[in-house]
């Protein structure tokens, strides 16, 4: 079935990096573009990064220009993301999430599939 | 960057009952009313429900419904089921950032 898993996460120090995975099966990955999404405990959903279908056009949230990559492997059915620095306040469940179809612009369609997430915390 | 205000914070009801959710922006969602609905539970990633304002997802009960253009949009549940209860966002997509309201949660009165 169609389906986003996420991992990658865990506990990791303040001004470390880590590497956040989305595999995708189900579906022609290569045809959507995908973004992630994070949740700070407790709180609401924040919009983090997109990518394009064929990897060509990235667009970030102002909080994550900068410190945060986007990027997929369309040949691994795969997306990253890459987070650098990391301070407390990126301390959230990283979601990810499959949006526009090739054909249409990035900005034009709603996220219809979510995976379950991956826990990044960061904390000396 | 456009803001939503999802009004109000909680919604204190019980089952069968009628559940209308608001969700204002502070600018006019683009012209094709780029704005989705999500539900989300404790643990789970968000659902999408509606899109484009007021088309219901594929397997979305028709119980749930949208509305609205502009700057004010409504989600309403006719009669509440049990499995209804939970955290409903609003999401303009048109333009970046992509932005989401604070969230209003249904919860069991």
């Known amino acids: 079935q169609v389906q986003l898993v996420e991992s990658g996460g865990g506990v990791v120090q303040p001004g470390r990096s880590l590497r956040l995975s989305c595999a995708a099966s189900?579906?022609?990955?290569?045809?959507?573009?995908m973004h992630w999404v994070r949740q700070a405990p407790g709180k609401g959903l924040e919009w983090v990064a997109v990518?394009?279908?064929?990897?060509?056009?990235?667009y970030y949230a102002d909080s994550a220009k900068g410190r945060f990559t986007i990027s997929r492997d369309n040949s691994k059915n795969t997306l990253y993301l890459q987070v650098n620095s990391l301070r407390a306040d990126d301390t959230a469940v990283y979601y990810c999430?499959?949006?526009?179809?090739?054909?249409?612009?990035?900005?034009?369609?709603?996220?219809?599939?979510w995976g379950q997430g991956t826990m990044v915390t960061v904390s000396s | 960057e456009i803001v939503l205000t999802q009004s109000p914070g909680t919604l204190s009801l019980s089952p069968g009952e009628r559940a209308t959710l608001s969700c204002r922006a502070s600018?006019?969602?683009?012209?094709?009313?780029?704005l989705a609905w999500y539900q989300q539970k404790p643990g789970q990633g968000p659902r999408l429900l509606i899109y484009?304002?007021?088309n219901r997802a594929t397997g979305i009960p028709d119980r749930f419904s949208g509305r609205g253009s502009g700057t004010d949009f409504t989600l309403t549940i006719t009669r509440l089921e049990p499995e209804d209860f939970a955290v409903y966002y609003c999401?303009?997509?048109?333009?970046?950032?992509?932005?989401f309201g604070g969230g209003t949660k249904v919860e069991i009165k």
């Open positions: 999430a499959r949006g526009a179809e090739a054909v249409t612009t990035i900005f034009s369609w709603a996220f219809d599939i």
């Open positions: 189900g579906f022609t990955f290569d045809y959507y573009a």
């Open positions: 990518i394009s279908y064929d990897g060509k056009n990235k």
């Open positions: 600018q006019s969602v683009t012209l094709s009313t780029y």
């Open positions: 484009a304002a007021s």
């Open positions: 999401q303009q997509y048109g333009s970046s950032p992509v932005t």
